[in-house]
């Protein structure tokens, strides 16, 4: 069975900086090659929102309220996947959480990381 476990989240100020981590871990032979990777994000009462994501194909994309402060990054020989997150604000409070997919038949998720951006 595949598991991700996400870490670095925390309370930082606004204007500051976190940088997530997902590991991947599976079957001897598991490789996040060929999957794409995600981060998500969830506050209550919103729905989850695609943060950034890293496809298998090398594009990478990510929501306009994050573009320019965010990064996503992946190391496949490692099987992580990371998300520096800059600049930091208050609304980017939420619990970070980290998929990788493939196809529609092996779609992974962690149990996600708090992030809390507060004076």
């Known amino acids: 069975q595949v598991r991700l476990v996400e870490s670095g989240g925390g309370l930082v100020q606004p204007g500051g900086s976190l940088r997530l981590s997902c590991v991947a871990s599976?079957?001897?032979?598991?490789?996040?090659?060929?999957?794409?990777t995600n981060w998500y994000r969830q506050t209550p009462g919103r729905q989850q929102e695609l943060v950034a994501g890293?496809?298998?194909?090398?594009?990478?994309d990510y929501a306009d309220s994050v573009s320019g402060r965010f990064t996503i990054s992946r190391n496949d020989g490692e099987n992580t996947v990371h998300l520096q997150m800059n600049s930091l604000k208050p609304e980017d409070t939420a619990v970070y959480f980290c998929?990788?997919?493939?196809?529609?038949?092996?779609?992974?998720w962690g149990r996600g990381t708090q992030v809390t951006v507060s004076s």
């Open positions: 998929n990788i997919r493939a196809g529609h038949r092996y779609d992974y």
């Open positions: 890293f496809a298998a194909d090398g594009n990478i």
């Open positions: 599976g079957p001897i032979i598991f490789s996040i090659n060929g999957y794409d």
